[in-house]
């Protein structure tokens, strides 16, 4: 298992490109929703704190992290130059867990391998809800704040 040295919130501001006249997608599972609405809240404020209009931020729900492959790619459709796609999967009792994260990791390695629009990955693959509540805005930050920085810079890419 990996162990995370860094608070994932961190992040020098400096080093981020202007953002302000970016559009992003912001796809978010509802399932787990405890877990996905604060990875949201850590995209969402990062994206506003580097001059992100509110106005260029989309959001669209789906119903579990399955589901952010389709929703994803037709986001890529809406003239946003960045996607983040927000999810929460954890370990249950079967193997649905290692399906559902390898179907949504190929997926999303898909829509950036077959478009130009970026898609970011933000999805938790926890063993447990606890390790998903530290990692969306508890004791290691928030995974939210890291996607949201990635998107910019993503972003900014695109126009190279």
């Not at 989309?58 to 809406?78: A, D, T």
Request: a negative charge.
């Amino acid at each position: 298992m990996a162990t995370v040295n860094k608070n994932l919130s961190h992040y020098d501001k400096d080093t981020i490109p202007n953002a302000k006249n970016f559009r992003f997608g912001i796809v978010v599972s509802e399932w787990n929703d405890n877990i996905t609405e604060g990875l949201f809240k850590g995209a969402f404020d990062t994206l506003i704190e580097n001059g992100v209009e509110e106005d260029n931020i989309l959001r669209w729900n789906v119903p579990g992290s399955y589901e952010l492959i389709f929703g994803s790619k037709k986001m890529q459709q809406y003239k946003v130059d960045a996607v983040i796609a927000i999810g929460s999967v954890i370990q249950g009792e079967t193997k649905h867990f290692d399906f559902v994260c390898e179907a949504v990791s190929q997926g999303i390695k898909d829509l950036n391998v077959l478009h130009d629009v970026p898609v970011i990955f933000c999805v938790l693959t926890d063993m447990n809800m606890q390790q998903g509540i530290e990692r969306s805005g508890g004791i290691h930050g928030n995974k939210g704040t890291e996607a949201a920085v990635a998107a910019i810079k993503m972003a900014h890419l695109n126009t190279l």
